[in-house]
């Protein structure tokens, strides 16, 4: 018989033991799809990813495995779950849900599917935490800072995470060691960061028990429709409505580009949907080395 495995195939699908059959299934098809070796041509890391992914569901949507898996899970929980030097390989497969800066779905599903460690006094490694970050156009095509909130399980002040006042149950954590405590973060957005990105930020997600290491954060990127500009890859689109007098007869004009303004030369006879391109005043390409183009589409106004 195979050796039991130690990876969390809940995790892995970004699902929980609640999630419906239905779902599974349809949870798989999305990763399958996003991952499948014809759509990352050469890429290892989506090779190996895929593997997981099939692993995980062959034996979630299969009663008789799933049974048998859950078991030998719930055994597993006496030892820690990440030990330290091993590689953080469930970095999430894009296991998020809800809409975007909607609900805490990430936060709450980790507190209800780990059942209590069979070891109270065992080291274990706090909970990885997904959630969504929106991101402003300008921030994502060009980089920047965010100021990002969210809630985590922390190490008890009242009781510095031993769960104990004295001889009594610390009234803080109720013996839990942890609270769960709102936190702000700066989180760097890299330059040209592709919308659904997943910046992973260490060791920032839930605090660890007994002295076990911290989770990480994984923030996936949505960035925000904008009211004048529009992305496509790394191009800026801006439609910009011009005087027809202007467009009959040429001049120039100063448009706004994602951090500053610049002026452009309208042509002569310029027609309504014509486009003008300014080089480098895109969006970031490989992360800020070069920059796509701010393309100018013209609207014209009726006399
Ligand atoms: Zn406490």
Not at 39 to 49: P, V, Y
Not at 88 to 110: D, M, R, T, V
Not at 124 to 147: E, K, R, Y
Request: hydrophobic letters at 30%.
């Amino acid at each position: 018989m195979a050796q039991p495995t130690t990876l969390n195939y809940y995790k892995i699908l970004g699902i929980t033991q609640k999630t419906s059959k239905a779902d599974i299934k349809k949870r798989y098809r999305e990763l399958a799809k996003k991952y499948h070796p014809d759509t990352n041509a050469g890429s290892k890391k989506a090779e190996d990813k895929f593997k997981l992914i099939s692993e995980a569901y062959e034996t979630l949507s299969n009663a008789k495995k799933r049974k048998e898996y859950d078991r030998q899970r719930a055994y597993q929980k006496k030892t820690p779950r990440r030990p330290k030097g091993q590689p953080n390989w469930n970095a999430p497969p894009g296991g998020f849900g809800g809409e975007p800066g909607g609900s805490k779905q990430g936060f709450e599903e980790p507190f209800a599917q780990e059942p209590e460690p069979i070891d109270p006094d065992m080291p274990t490694s706090g909970f990885d935490l997904q959630f969504m970050v929106d991101v402003p156009l300008p921030v994502a095509a060009l980089g920047g800072t965010i100021h990002y909130s969210y809630e985590k399980y922390m190490q008890c002040e009242e009781c510095e995470g031993t769960g104990t006042q004295g001889s009594d149950e610390c009234a803080e954590c109720q013996g839990k060691q942890l609270v769960v405590r709102s936190v702000t973060l700066d989180v760097k957005i890299p330059p040209g960061v592709a919308d659904q990105y997943t910046l992973a930020i260490i060791k920032e997600g839930g605090a660890g028990r007994n002295g076990g290491p911290p989770g990480d954060l994984f923030l996936k990127v949505c960035i925000q429709p904008h009211p004048k500009f529009k992305r496509i890859k790394n191009d800026i689109i801006h439609e910009v409505t011009i005087p027809s007098k202007l467009a009959e007869e040429g001049g120039s004009l100063e448009v706004e580009t994602l951090n500053a303004t610049t002026t452009i030369q309208v042509e002569e006879e310029t027609l309504i949907g014509e486009e003008l391109r300014v080089p480098g005043e895109g969006a970031a390409i490989n992360w800020g080395k070069k920059r796509g183009d701010l393309i100018i589409k013209f609207n014209i106004e009726e006399n």
